[in-house]
């Protein structure tokens, strides 16, 4: 057995489609496995997750494929799969996604939930061997359960999991890494909790950790987000680690890769062909407008409760990234406008509960309010965007309800309401009030803005997304009232 083994590991997460990035990225990764590999070194190279985000145009077009053949051009080996993933691709789709890839993907958490295995496309781990050392390499992702359920998959909490493999794999194995789209705090609890962990690469939370932490015998790395960096790990091995240390080079002290650029503007360019393909022709156009109510967010209201079939639809107008002008609109417009890989959701709430809802939604700190995460991709929560409902408000410093209808009917505050909005309310607890409903139902896989491009073309809908929702009443008619 050789003395001493080098082992270089260098890791991305969370590039979420930047595909600028990317060419970069590429030599960075070819550059340094050359200088290694001439010194007799060893390399690894491993994405962490969410290398794919459908808010650009060339992964929505290709559902990911396109970013499948990037990693197999930057000469990834090993990946875990991160929510965006997991949960913002169809069942099938997802099942597709790494039929062409030439890295292996491990996910030791995602089962089928008919034979509970792992994936067909995924392995639960990996055995690597450097020479005689031996590498154990785990993958997990976070476990979005609800979402994940909904989408036909089932997922496991990682703790239990990891223990059994590392129980049965330690053993035999020098070195164990386990790729973990869980976050950083979770990755903490890991350290803490789960013996025989050497080395954690993280994703998930975007945090940018230039030397890792180490907490106990493990070290955690994370490589910030959208390809700043990428993330370095160094390992020497001499019948036991001898030394681990962990570094990020900055993305930008590289050149591009002129033929990965060059692959990611041709597929622009077929992407574009593929979604500017014309849906309908709108005979209004269709205004934003993140502080005040707009026919754009009535209409998006409106087609969130009638793809749910509620009483109710409600969703914020920050959600609403750009204007729908008249004339003819394509998915490709619908995606630029709405990003966000965002679902619409239902749950069943009493009169007292919404009432408390809306009128927090409509305080000043909330309408401004600066939103981050949760698949949320504009800058601010918004006005909040109804449909099925007449609201009558003050417009006080602080607004407060002075009268809800529902379906022309006056509010029961007793009564329970069916109310369709997003799943993002149900994860970034933003409304309590919409936590404690139930019967929570999520409608995946289709996105909000695949939801419009069925609803936009209900003209009856959109006229009526003319019509107020919202009555604000001055200070001196709420008083003579």
């Not at 001499?238 to 033929?259: C, M, P, Q, W």
């Not at 409760?305 to 107008?317: F, L, P, Q, Y």
């Not at 006080?396 to 993002?424: A, H, S």
């Amino acid at each position: 057995m050789a003395d001493t083994y080098t082992l270089h590991i260098l890791h991305t997460n969370d590039l979420h489609s930047h595909f600028d990035t990317m060419p970069r990225i590429a030599t960075c990764l070819r550059k340094h496995r050359e200088e290694w590999d001439s010194k007799g070194e060893h390399v690894l190279t491993v994405d962490i997750g969410d290398h794919m985000d459908r808010m650009d145009i060339r992964s929505e077009a290709s559902f990911g494929k396109i970013n499948v053949e990037i990693m197999n051009r930057s000469g990834i080996q090993y990946a875990t799969i991160g929510n965006n993933e997991g949960i913002t691709l169809p069942k099938d789709k997802l099942n597709e996604l790494y039929t062409d890839a030439r890295f292996a993907i491990i996910t030791g958490n995602l089962f089928e939930p008919t034979t509970n295995s792992v994936p067909s496309w995924a392995v639960p781990y990996v055995v690597h061997t450097v020479g005689e050392l031996r590498l154990a390499i785990l993958g997990m992702t976070i476990p979005f359960g609800p979402s994940y359920q909904s989408m036909g998959w089932e997922i496991k909490e990682p703790i239990p999991i990891l223990r059994e493999q590392i129980a049965a794999l330690r053993s035999s194995v020098d070195v164990v890494i386990l790729l973990s789209h869980l976050g950083y705090q979770t990755d903490c609890v890991l350290a803490k909790e789960v013996d025989g962990l050497d080395i954690i690469l993280g994703g998930h939370s975007h945090r940018t950790l230039p030397h890792g932490v180490c907490i106990g015998g493990t070290l955690i790395t994370q490589a910030g987000r959208f390809g700043e960096y990428v993330g370095h790990v160094e390992l020497v091995w001499d019948h036991g680690i001898k030394n681990v240390r962990a570094e990020l080079f900055h993305t930008e002290e590289y050149l591009a890769d002129e033929s990965l650029s060059q692959f990611i503007e041709s597929e622009k360019v077929w992407a574009e062909n593929r979604l500017f393909q014309p849906i309908v022709q709108l005979e209004q156009d269709m205004h934003i407008g993140w502080t005040e109510e707009t026919p754009y967010g009535s209409f998006l209201a409106a087609s969130i409760r009638k793809w749910t079939g509620a009483e109710i639809g409600m969703a914020n107008g920050g959600l609403l990234l750009a204007d729908l002008p008249r004339g003819s609109l394509s998915f490709a417009d619908l995606l630029h406008s709405m990003p966000h890989p965002i679902n619409a959701c239902a749950v069943t709430i009493t009169g007292e509960q919404l009432t408390t809802v809306l009128e927090q939604a409509i305080q000043p700190e909330m309408v401004h309010r600066e939103l981050r995460g949760y698949g949320f991709r504009g800058k601010i929560e918004g006005w909040m965007c109804v449909d099925g409902l007449h609201i009558r408000y003050s417009e006080d410093d602080q607004p407060q309800i002075i009268q809800i209808e529902v379906n022309g009917q006056q509010l029961d505050r007793e009564r329970l309401y069916r109310v369709g909005t997003i799943d993002m309310f149900m994860y970034n607890r933003m409304f309590p009030d919409l936590l404690l409903g139930s019967e929570v139902t999520f409608f995946l896989p289709e996105m909000l803005r695949e939801v419009l491009a069925t609803t936009i073309k209900d003209q009856q809908m959109l006229q009526n997304a003319f019509c107020p929702r919202w009555e604000k009443i001055s200070s001196t008619s709420k008083n003579q009232s």
